[in-house]
Every structure is written in structure tokens, then in C-alpha cells.
């Protein structure tokens, strides 16, 4: 986002809007630090300014810059998947997609929130560790599957590492009995993380609406806390044999 400071009143209202803390004084007017801007588009659709001063920079959609834009904007489509948001419709419609089937696992890995944020560097360092472990595949139609360079070493395109976000999440499936496996890669890389850091477990309930035992008792043997969380749409049909 850029401030027009020969339009600015100086009145500042703005800057308490901005979740990276990127607008601030200069010479009696508000401006935006670009390094630190997630280009979420906050202060521009809070509609606070009086004067209009606010508009989104002329390179918002030129690449790299454009996925600060597409995983913080809420508002954004990504150019790649052509979905809003920062991954797909996860857990929400296995109902009917069966994308996580009956013995697999669905793994999502959440980094950042707003105020907070990340570099994208943060997500090569999960990309790594999960190829150092045999996972070369993510969701294909997850955003940050396009932006890696090299599946096998997990190493994000370059040009990507000096980009900012609000947050992203990698989503993937796997065997349910490689679960234990990847919980403790994932746990090598936690201390790593310089964001806040989501692991949700994905899983189809048994009959009595019951988390399967197994996916718990890995859960916790790795140290991992957790709580049930469902996601549904409701009115989807149901899988029928």
C-alpha cells in the first residue's frame, strides 16, 4: 500500500488499522514502510481515511510481490489456484471429495496470523525438513505447491524468500501409519519457526462420532496437545456405496 503524502492531512488515523505496524510519521504526513507492508489492504478497505490518500501501489500484482497480496488479502484470488484464502477447502468437504480417505491422515500446518506475520523463508524451512522425510508432494492445488523449486530438497524458488505474509498453511494426505513419523519431523522444525506456529490432524470420525484411537494415541505420544475441532458445510450429500 503507498499513502499520497501530497494528499495526506497528517491525521493518523490510519496507522492503528495497519497489522504490521508499517505506517508511521514522516515529516508530518503517514507513509508505508514497503519492506514491512503485507499489502493485506487493511487500511484501505477501513475506509478511515478522509481524504482518500490511500492506494494500493502500481506493482501490488507483479511477481513476487503479489503473494503478500494473495495470502493476506482476504478479499484476493490467487492467480495459480484461482481460490480465495490461503489454502483450499481442507477438511471442510471430505464429506464428498474423500480427499483424506479411511486410512489416511490429512496434515495442515498453519504459520502466522495477523499482527504477526512471517517470511516466506519460514515455509522452506517446514518444505525442508517434510522432504527430508519422504514428503515430496503437498496438495496440488495449496498455493505454496507452485512455489516450490525443487520437491525433492524442498527448497522454495529464491526469488520468494524475501516476501511477507500473514500467514499461509501447508496441507497435505498421508498414510495413517506414517502419522508418528511426521509428527516428530515436524517437531525438529518447531523451535526453528519464527511465527506462530498450527498443527492440525485431519480425520474421518468412526461410527459413534469417535476420533479413531490410533490418530489420538499418536497425537499424544509426540507430546502434542490437542482438541477436536469439526468442519463441516453443512447441506453437503453424503458418500453413498
Known amino acids: 500500500m503507498i499513502v499520497f503524502k501530497d494528499v495526506c492531512v497528517g491525521c493518523g488515523r490510519c496507522q492503528p488499522y495497519c497489522p504490521a505496524g508499517a505506517i508511521h510519521f514522516d515529516d508530518y504526513r503517514s507513509t508505508v514502510d514497503q519492506e514491512l507492508c503485507f499489502e493485506c489492504g487493511t487500511c484501505l478497505r477501513s475506509e478511515i481515511c478522509p481524504v482518500d490518500a490511500i492506494q494500493e501501489p502500481a506493482n501490488v500484482y507483479e511477481y513476487p510481490r503479489a503473494l503478500r497480496k494473495y495470502f493476506s488479502d482476504p478479499t484476493s484470488t490467487h492467480a495459480v489456484t484461482g481460490i480465495q484464502g490461503r489454502g483450499t477447502e481442507e477438511s471442510k468437504t471430505n464429506d464428498v471429495t474423500l480427499r483424506c480417505g479411511l486410512d489416511q491422515v490429512g496434515i495442515a500446518i498453519e504459520i502466522g496470523r495477523p499482527t504477526l506475520g512471517m517470511g516466506l523463508e519460514e515455509i522452506q524451512k517446514i518444505t525442508r525438513v517434510l522432504a527430508r522425510n519422504g514428503i515430496h508432494e503437498i496438495e496440488p492445488n495449496n498455493p505454496i505447491n507452485s512455489m516450490i523449486l525443487d520437491h525433492q530438497s524442498g527448497d522454495l524458488k529464491p ?45 474421518m470420525l468412526e461410527p459413534g462420532l469417535t476420533v479413531p484411537p ?24 453424503k458418500v453413498t456405496e
Open 159 to 203: 526469488e520468494l524468500l524475501d516476501e511477507r505474509v500473514l500467514s499461509a498453511i501447508i496441507e497435505m494426505s498421508i498414510d495413517k501409519e506414517r502419522l508418528p513419523d511426521i509428527l516428530r519431523a515436524i517437531k525438529e522444525v518447531i523451535p526453528e519457526l519464527d511465527s506462530v506456529f498450527t498443527l492440525d490432524v485431519v480425520t
Open 214 to 237: 490410533d490418530v489420538l494415541s499418536s497425537i499424544e505420544a509426540e507430546g502434542f496437545s490437542w482438541r477436536p475441532n469439526a468442519k463441516i458445510n453443512m447441506g453437503l450429500g
